[in-house]
């Protein structure tokens, strides 16, 4: 990518104003410099890419791990330039301020105007401190109950000797936390120049779910990241990576303010290092699996790789979507989930619960979206026998009762306080939304008992059914949409899972129905269809299911990704739906204060483009001030996407002075204003 000339003579021009003006400008610079330049927090960057963008980091991906295997100092030598790289440009852009700074100087100092030059002196030292402001790197450390030593001697002990033996650092601090995992954390002290301060934080339910020697792969995996019996290059590469992912995302968008010199270099420079980077980020955690092997054994890295496989698909699936789901009818979360959860992982999972997750586990595939490597291959790369591969017994004693004791249920109990105190503000948006579609439900109710309801309103009224009462009440809700409408694809989903949830065979063919009209219901279709053979015990028609739901991820992941992305350059057409469906929506919309004018229009979609997907787009009321019925966008949006009486596939914006243009595209579409 070319720096453009316009800009540089932009730039060329403010610095060539300065000399004129330089006794009132040298203290804005520097000012501009310190607060002014530094990074916005407004536009991240994100790693989320276009679909030309993945395939094309995805081969890039694919060509460079060809490399790394056939001629490995090759790829190492390029991985080093481009690291190298990123310091010489912040390098080159500090001289050449500084260059410019102080050719200026030498002209001043020339014509005898010491005032200018002292003035010009002190903007040399404020862009210096702006240049280091900008690249000082201040890592948000994680939420987590600190440990020391005197409350877990054993367990220091153990990280210590492990630390040694691997010849990795110390970790400085050691924190609790309450999720399924642990890691390594390094907070450079000096920002670009390193001095590490380490982190290591270790979840109380990994503890729970793993054996000590189990726990004890866990910390040697996680200390391998830091290793000094291992690669230098890699260990170096592995924290230069996390650096240069915080910088790019500290910058705004290049259209937006900012210093569009740093601007434009790591919006091209961070993904182009994620590619280069990414295999030898992925051979680095099998290195680490190595490291877990030689200290811990093959069974017991292998056991613990299966454990967390396990119990990270049972709170993905089922632990934590039942506790979510009393938000529904409670307006406080519960004091005690953690302790549940410690409590769930004490007991174990039944063996068919277990080997349905670990089945799930072994299923899924290495992809290009994660560095770790999925859970088959990382037992293939350690040697472990695959035949065939059983859930491990639950553990006598667990490492979270071997190190804490006592103790573990006080620091359950702290956990629980801390977990409540952050999804607090989430949980009471759930429990709001619920109550606001109980009101939804009722006026639908009251307004069926004195007239016809439309298609949409009769499908939001089984929804609202199935989700805040019974499930089986909302059987013959659905079957009435499907007298009206026998193709309507989300009416044959719900109805199918209702009756495979109930172990009717009955919902096959409406799930099937659902696969053949929806492809984005495939994916989930095939899910449920697979727990439902599986628990037949039909394993043959549990796997056709399961490798059609994967044959559909990926296309899945396509979809979402074309359909999240919108701006006045997206082809956009009319709506065409019919006048009663726009005059119930339209009805619907006028309930919202918060709303000015509401807009409707269809996204031209390469995937599936059978299949419409809609844009709402809403022009909100000026408010001044912001009272106690205040609300963000992203709570508008919220309740927008799950109250709407409209099944169709569609996306809520706001539109603002940021989307101006694509605010006039919108309006030029005929019949796209539904709402005013």
């Not at 990414?278 to 955690?285: D, I, Q």
């Not at 695959?386 to 004693?397: D, K, R």
């Not at 006080?410 to 977990?419: G, H, N, P, Q, V």
């Not at 009462?469 to 026998?486: D, G, R, S, T, Y």
Request: glycine letters at 4%; a neutral charge.
């Amino acid at each position: 990518m070319e720096l453009d000339r316009s800009n540089f003579q932009n730039l060329s021009g403010r610095i060539l104003s300065i000399a004129a003006s330089c006794k009132i400008l040298a203290p804005t610079i520097g000012f501009l410099l310190l607060y002014g330049l530094a990074p916005s927090q407004k536009g991240k960057l994100s790693m989320a890419m276009t679909i030309e963008q993945q395939e094309r980091f995805e081969t890039l991906v694919r060509q460079l791990e060809k490399d790394a295997r056939h001629h490995p100092a090759n790829y190492q030598i390029k991985v080093t330039l481009l690291a190298i790289l990123g310091y010489a440009y912040i390098l080159f852009v500090f001289l050449l301020l500084l260059g410019i700074i102080w050719g200026a100087r030498t002209f001043l100092v020339a014509a005898s105007s010491e005032a200018l030059t002292n003035q010009l002196n002190l903007m040399a030292i404020l862009v210096s401190l702006g240049i280091l402001r900008l690249f000082w790197i201040d890592t948000k450390i994680p939420k987590g109950l600190p440990l020391d030593r005197l409350h877990a001697p054993e367990l220091f002990a153990t990280i210590d000797r492990l630390a040694t033996i691997l010849q990795a650092p110390k970790c400085d601090r050691i924190f609790l936390t309450d999720e399924l995992n642990a890691g390594v954390l390094q907070s450079p002290r000096l920002g670009l120049l390193g001095w590490q301060q380490n982190y290591l934080f270790l979840g109380l339910p990994l503890m729970q779910a793993l054996s000590l020697q189990q726990f004890r792969a866990v910390l040697a995996h996680e200390l391998g990241h830091l290793s000094g019996n291992h690669s230098h290059f890699s260990n170096w590469i592995y924290r230069l990576r996390k650096i240069w992912f915080e910088l790019a995302e500290r910058f705004p968008e290049p259209k937006n303010s900012g210093f569009f010199l740093f601007q434009w270099f790591f919006h091209w420079y961070a993904p182009y290092f994620h590619a280069y980077t990414f295999v030898l980020v992925r051979a680095n955690e099998y290195e680490a699996d190595r490291c877990g092997v030689e200290l811990a054994g093959l069974e017991n890295e292998a056991q613990a790789d299966i454990n967390l496989a396990i119990y990270s698909y049972f709170l993905h699936k089922s632990f934590w979507p039942t506790i979510y789901q009393q938000a529904e009818q409670h307006a406080e979360p519960p004091s005690d989930a953690i302790t549940q959860l410690l409590q769930q992982l004490k007991i174990g999972l039944s063996p068919r619960e277990a080997a349905k997750w670990l089945d799930r586990a072994l299923a899924h595939r290495t992809d290009y979206e994660d560095t770790h490597p999925c859970l088959l291959d990382r037992l293939t790369a350690i040697g472990y026998d695959l035949n065939p591969i059983q859930p491990p017994q639950p553990p006598t004693q667990t490492a979270a009762e071997y190190f804490f004791g006592e103790l573990l249920w006080s620091f359950a109990d702290r956990l629980d306080r801390e977990w409540k105190n952050e999804v607090a503000g989430s949980w009471e948006k759930l429990y709001l939304r619920a109550q606001q579609q109980r009101r939804n439900l009722a006026a639908l109710d009251e307004k069926a008992q004195k007239c016809a309801l439309t298609v949409e309103q009769m499908w939001k009224r089984a929804c609202l059914t199935s989700t805040l009462q019974e499930a089986h009440k909302a059987i013959a809700l659905f079957q009435q949409v499907l007298e009206v409408e026998p193709n309507h694809p989300l009416t044959n989903y719900q109805l199918g899972k209702i009756l495979i949830e109930r172990n009717d065979s009955q919902g096959i063919k409406y799930l099937e129905k659902a696969i053949a009209i929806d492809p984005e219901l495939v994916v989930p279709s095939c899910d449920l269809l697979y727990d439902f053979y599986l628990n037949q015990g039909k394993i043959k028609q549990a796997k056709f299911y399961q490798q059609k739901g994967q044959e559909y991820y990926c296309l899945w992941k396509r979809i979402q990704q074309e359909r999240s992305r919108i701006s006045h350059e997206t082809p956009l057409f009319p709506h065409q739906l019919s006048d009663g469906e726009v005059r119930q929506l339209s009805e619907q919309l006028s309930t919202y204060s918060e709303i000015n004018k509401a807009y409707l229009v269809r996204q031209k979609v390469t995937f599936f483009p059978e299949k419409a997907f809609y844009i709402f787009a809403i022009v909100l009321q000026t408010v001044k001030g912001a009272g106690a019925d205040w609300k963000s966008h992203e709570e508008i949006i919220d309740r927008l996407e799950n109250e709407l009486n409209f099944s169709g596939n569609f996306r809520v914006i706001i539109l603002q002075n940021s989307n101006f243009k694509l605010e006039q595209t919108i309006r030029k579409i005929a019949g796209s204003c539904i709402y005013y």
